[in-house]
């Protein structure tokens, strides 16, 4: 079977080690016969055949790039040959939260979509919190059929991404096997993607571009919910 452009990018790059496997791909032995040196040759390669060569730091991205790629495809594959079934599937959902939720269950299980929830309401002991989660990450260690059931409320809680007690003025913060939570930024909170290095930044849905978007939830289980969609970069 032909392989599409990503594996061929993949497989390429990953025939080598490291970068100075890379460059000594480059080298001719002629090039060792004149120069009598490996260090040196590599060095003539990397300086002298400027946009031909990678640079070290192109071809670290790039293969960390071609390496998520292949990861994300494998995952797909698997997602297609093995079937999953759905907690949503067969459940009366009239909350648009859980409306929402289900729509995207199968999308973000199957790692076309990693999506982030927002979520401030009050805890079993009245206390005002508010945190994103990640829902990817979520579904895979939760089972969800109690939220989608209405058995359970999904609440945000100290191991998820960002998490804020107003009462007891508790905050934590956590990465994921998604996400990586960014303080320092000058636009503020954002969430890099592990898999692209990309940004989600979790601001008003009229703000959002490129491949996230943000939808403003009418709940009537939480006072303010909001959901933040990133669709998965395909190589």
């Known amino acids: 079977m032909e392989l599409n452009t990503a ?9 080598f080690k490291d970068y100075e496997d890379y460059l000594d791909s480059k080298i001719t032995p002629t090039d060792l016969f004149y ?8 060095e003539l390669v990397e300086h002298s055949h400027k946009g031909m060569i990678l640079s070290r730091e192109e071809f670290e991205e790039r293969k960390a790039a071609a390496k998520a790629a292949k990861t994300e495809q494998s ?3 698997y997602s297609r040959s093995h079937p999953v079934t759905l907690a ?3 459940k009366e959902l ?12 199968e999308a973000n299980r199957s790692g076309k979509m990693t999506s ?3 979520i401030r309401d009050y805890n079993t002991l009245g206390q005002e919190v508010s945190g994103y989660i990640d829902y990817t990450h979520r579904l895979k260690t939760q089972d969800f059929e109690p939220y989608f ?21 508790m905050s934590t913060s956590n990465s994921s096997p998604n996400f990586e939570v960014i303080y320092d930024d000058p636009n503020g909170l954002l969430f890099k993607s592990k898999r692209d290095k ?38």
């Open 88 to 90: 949503s599937a067969g």
């Open 7 to 15: 594996e061929r990018f993949y497989d390429f790059l990953t025939n």
């Open 75 to 77: 995952s797909v594959f």
């Open 116 to 118: 982030v929830i927002f």
């Open 149 to 169: 059931c209405g058995k359970k409320r999904l609440m945000p809680g100290p191991s998820d991404l960002c998490y804020y007690n107003w009462k007891t003025q």
């Open 35 to 42: 120069l009598k040196s490996r260090e040196l040759a590599r």
């Open 198 to 235: 990309t940004m989600l930044n979790p601001r008003p849905p009229s703000l959002l571009g490129g491949r996230s978007s943000g939808t403003l939830l009418q709940s009537d289980l939480y006072v303010h919910v909001m959901l933040y969609d990133r669709s998965v970069r395909m190589f």
């Open 94 to 105: 009239k909350d648009n939260f859980l409306k929402a939720l289900a729509e995207r269950e």
